[in-house]
Each structure stands twice: as structure tokens, then as C-alpha cells.
């Protein structure tokens, strides 16, 4: 029932988009059809399966650097007290701050290149990663570690099967707000360093006005985030089946 | 009001039921909360042996919970000694352990909650499942086997519990108010499911409750304690043979004289205790 609710809205936005295609002047809005046969030429001709293929490899490249550092120093954050407390400030702090304020200095660090960009990609997938990790583990359920202690389970035991499956609800909420970042990310490192993959399609397109192009690489990325979040729902919601369950 | 129990009227539990399992003696507990130290027990000296079923009664603040906890090794005395089969407690397959609240991992399924118990006891795979299956067949929770917590009933929640306790076949059982939020009739299966699980289990129970009429019908022993500071009054001899029938022995007279004794005592407790709603109070009908 929901996808025949969902195609229904997909036609109404085609003919809003329609709509203003025609009553929009200066050929600043493309119609919807042409639109979708210049996303089929520039597919055919190889450039946007191009762009696409650099920007993924940003994307996914930062991505798993801010995945694989992130829960692991979330998880022993949490599990040890004092090095929580000691860092917790520093973390809020620089999730705090605009990551596009560290690109000037990325830039002189690393240059322009894939390095610079995968780590403007890890500055911002990384945070909400970290943050909800910790949280998660700071958030497990105090009475079932009483329960295992009673059960005589040694205090690796109780990490490994009650703190940790405890607090994979709360990685995955940060999984999925690190992986929309890490994409925004992706798009403003192209646009601010070498100006290459689709961010860079979008610069060449927006600045020479040919609307048809510029459209179809902003809804080639609106794709890949729904790509993303769906494939992490589904993840979620096998891992968790226990919360729907019944 | 008379300060001694009313003899039993069948002879006390006989002499040789068993050794003494748990021992405490001087036992001396308090929490520091805000900078601010509130004695929990006082001087608890308490001896159980095996197979016999002691209830610990008396009202809200009376460390019935902190006594459980420490004859499960969860924390220790600050002065006194506590032994169990002749060993300072450690939690551990030895002593099962029901809470109030159940404390069922949400994440695992029915199965999996109660073989839980025995991943600290170095069984294989095969063995543990097979064990797991033997005590859900007990319980009467084979059809829920692939469940999870949040499927199941109230009732049902607490057998998982009890299974995963009784699994590693404890010498001792500790049951904190395990009734308490079940409804009236789920409760009074329940009991009589404890009791059949527990005249095949032989080990002792230390079972806290509030309830009067549950501490009679379940107990040997009834251990009355007041609160601020817990302490125990009276170690009361329940003398009703068993097995029970656990309704119609509400109307045997040892019954309905030990309910009105302790009635009584926990009645006066509550209404001289400072720290309680009720103090002060004629609760006399006019």
C-alpha cells in the first residue's frame, strides 16, 4: 500500500515539475523529459557513470575510515569511564564545529587530491558515528549487567553479550546520520578541492547554466542517498526484528 | 501483642533435611548515597539448609533485596561473615537468582535467555541447547522456544526467568518478589508451579515477598524483618505439611493463625516506622 502511496507522490512532483518547467522563463527549469533523455545520453557517453564512479569511491572510501574508527573508539569510550569523560568535550566540540572551516587547512595538509577529499568525507561522516556509539554503551540497560553477573559471567562476557548488542540500535541511528553527512561531504569536497566527480559535474553545469546536465546529476545523488538509507534500514531492521517482533 | 510466634502445630521441619547451605552471621550493611550513610541491615545472623524453602517478610526498607544480593556475592558485607556451602558467595551457577523485574535480554529469543545461564558453566553448544530445550519442556514454553521477550505474556516472562535460573540446577535460589507483577491468578499458578519445580529441584530457597498469605503457603521458615535499619525479628516455623494444596490450605487453622500473627506485626511495623506513609495512623474501623 505504501509504494502505490509513493508512486502517486512521484507523479505529482513529476507534474509540479512539469508545471514549472513551462511557467519558469529563461529555460532555467528543463522539463522533466528532457531531463530524462539527456540523463540517457550522458549515461550512454560514459560521463556520468564516470563522475559517479569518483565520487563513490570518496564517498565509500571515507565512509568505512570513519566507520572503522569510529565505533571501535565509541566502544572503548564508553566501556572505560575515564577516557569517556576525559574526551566527551572534545568530541562534542568538534562535532560542533563546521567541518567546512577545516578545508582550507586540509587543502594546505594534503593538497587537492583523492587524500584531501576522503578526508573531508571522514570529518563528517565520523561524528554522529562516535557520538552515538558512546552514547549507546553509556545507554545499556544496568539491571540485565546485574543479571549476568549473577549468572557468573566474567566482565568480558558481559561486554561482549549485553553492552554491545545493547547499544547496536544507537550505532545504527549513527550510521545512518554519518552515511547522509558523509555524502554532503562528498559533494563539498569535490566543489572546494579539485573540482572532480559529481560535485565537479555540478560546478561545470550550474556555472554555464545547462540546466538539463545540472538536473539530472542532482538527482543521480538524491539517488545515491536513497540507495544508502534504505540498505541501512534494512540493515537495522534485521539486526533489531526483535523490536517489531509480534 | 504477643512478641512470640504461635508453636507449630506439626513438629518443625525434621533435624536432618540437610546441611546448612548458606550461613550469615553478624552481617552488617550500608549505603553511602550523597555523601549521606544509611544502614541497610543490622546484625543479620541467618542459617539455611538444604532443601528447605524460607521466606523473607517485612514491609518496604527492610534490605530483604541487599540480603539476596549479598548471599549472591553481587556485593559484599561491610562487617560479618556470610558463607555459602562453606565459601564467601560468588554469583555463579551455584546460586540461581529470579528478579522482581524479570531482567529478560530483549535482543535474544525465549531459548536463548535461558541457555544464557550457562555460558559461564563450559558446556558445548549441543549440550546447552539440549539442556535449554529439557527446562523450556519444564516450564511449559516449548511452543515460545523461537519468541522473543517482547511477544510474551507477563506470566510467561517469569517462567523464562525461573527456567534460565533453574537451568544450571543451583544448590541455592534466590527469588526477589518474583510474583510481584503478575496478576493475582497468574500468581497463584505460578506458586504452585514453583513448588513442583522446587520438590524435584531439592535445593534451598530464600524467597522475599511482602506478601503474608505467599510467605505461609510457600515457606518452611518465615524470617520476619522491620525496617531502618533491617533486621531480622523473628524466624517463624510455618509447620503446615507438605505437599500443599495451595488453595484449600488458606482454611486450615495453623493458616489463618499464622496470617493474623503476622498481619499483625507487619501491621504495627508499618505504623511505627517514621519513614513510612502510614505512620502514626488509627487504621481501627470507627
Redesign the interface.
Known amino acids: 500500500m505504501t509504494t502505490v502511496y509513493r508512486v502517486l507522490f512521484m507523479v505529482l512532483l513529476i507534474a509540479l515539475w512539469q508545471i514549472a518547467s513551462m511557467n519558469v522563463g529563461r529555460n532555467l527549469i528543463p522539463s522533466p523529459l528532457a531531463t530524462f533523455h539527456t540523463g540517457t545520453a550522458m549515461l550512454a557517453d560514459g560521463r556520468l557513470v564516470g563522475a559517479l564512479g569518483a565520487s563513490l569511491s570518496i564517498y565509500l572510501t571515507g565512509l568505512f575510515l570513519a566507520i572503522v574508527i569510529a565505533i571501535p573508539l565509541g566502544i572503548v569510550m564508553g566501556g572505560i569511564r575515564l577516557l569517556g569523560k576525559t574526551l566527551e568535550v572534545y568530541v562534542y566540540a568538534l562535532s560542533a564545529t563546521p567541518r567546512v572551516a577545516f578545508i582550507p587547512l586540509i587543502i594546505a595538509l594534503l593538497g587537492l587530491g583523492f587524500e584531501a577529499k576522503i578526508t573531508v568525507v571522514l570529518l563528517g561522516a565520523i561524528m554522529p558515528i562516535l557520538i552515538n556509539t558512546y552514547a549507546g554503551v553509556l545507554a545499556v540497560d544496568t ?2 549487567i ?9 566482565r568480558t ?1 558481559i561486554f561482549v ?2 553492552v554491545l ?2 547499544s ?1 540500535p544507537f550505532i545504527i541511528v549513527g550510521l545512518r546520520l554519518g552515511a547522509t553527512i558523509g555524502l554532503i561531504n562528498t559533494v563539498v569536497a569535490e566543489l572546494y578541492t579539485a573540482v572532480t566527480g559529481l560535485g565537479g559535474l555540478l560546478a561545470i553545469y550550474g556555472n554555464s547554466f545547462r540546466m538539463e546536465e545540472y538536473f539530472v546529476v542532482v538527482l543521480t545523488l538524491a539517488m545515491i542517498g536513497v540507495v544508502v538509507t534504505e540498505t541501512l534500514r534494512l540493515l537495522e531492521s534485521r539486526l ?1 526484528g ?2 517489531t ?2 | 501483642m504477643s512478641s512470640a510466634a504461635p508453636a507449630p502445630v506439626a513438629s518443625a521441619a525434621p533435624p536432618d533435611r540437610g546441611r546448612q547451605r548458606i550461613v550469615l552471621e553478624n552481617v552488617f550493611k550500608s549505603f553511602e548515597r550523597a555523601g549521606q550513610k544509611t544502614q541497610v541491615l543490622a546484625d543479620i545472623s541467618l542459617s539455611a539448609d538444604d532443601g528447605t524453602f524460607i521466606s523473607l517478610l517485612g514491609p518496604s526498607g527492610c534490605g530483604k533485596t541487599t540480603l539476596l544480593r549479598l548471599a ?1 556475592g ?1 556485593i559484599a558485607p561491610d562487617s560479618g561473615r556470610i558463607a555459602v556451602s562453606g565459601h564467601p558467595p ?4 551455584e ?1 540461581g ?1 529470579v ?1 522482581q ?1 524479570f ?1 529478560l ?4 529469543t525465549v531459548s536463548a535467555n535461558i541457555e ?2 550457562l ?3 563450559g558446556l558445548g553448544r549441543a549440550e546447552r541447547r539440549e539442556r535449554a530445550r529439557r527446562y523450556m519442556d519444564l516450564v511449559g514454553l516449548t511452543r515460545f522456544a523461537d ?5 510474551l505474556s507477563g506470566g510467561m516472562g517469569q517462567r523464562v526467568a525461573l527456567a ?1 535460573a533453574l537451568i544450571p540446577e543451583p544448590k541455592i535460589l534466590l527469588m526477589d518478589e518474583p510474583f510481584a507483577a503478575l496478576d493475582a491468578q497468574t500468581r497463584e499458578l505460578m506458586q504452585t508451579e514453583l513448588m513442583r519445580l522446587w520438590s524435584r529441584l531439592g535445593s534451598v530457597v530464600l524467597f522475599v515477598t511482602h506478601s503474608v498469605d505467599e510467605a505461609i503457603a510457600l515457606s518452611d521458615k518465615i524470617v520476619l524483618m522491620g525496617p531502618r535499619p533491617g533486621r531480622i525479628l523473628e524466624v517463624i516455623d510455618v509447620g503446615l505439611p507438605r505437599p500443599r494444596q495451595l488453595f484449600e490450605m488458606r482454611s486450615e487453622p495453623r493458616f489463618i493463625e499464622l496470617r493474623d500473627y503476622l498481619w499483625n506485626r507487619i501491621r504495627t511495623l508499618v505504623l511505627t516506622d517514621p519513614a513510612s506513609d502510614f505512620y502514626g495512623r488509627d487504621l481501627e474501623p470507627e
Not at chain 1, 146 to 154: N, P, Q
Open positions: 539491571q540485565l546485574e543479571m549476568a553477573r549473577s549468572v557468573g559471567l566474567s562476557g553479550r549485553i548488542p545493547g547496536v533489531s526483535w523490536k517482533a509480534g | 549472591d553481587l560468588r554469583p555463579g551457577p546460586t537468582f528478579f523485574s531482567r535480554i530483549p535482543w535474544a544464557f545461564a555460558l559461564p558453566t519468541s522473543y521477550p517482547g511477544e534460565r
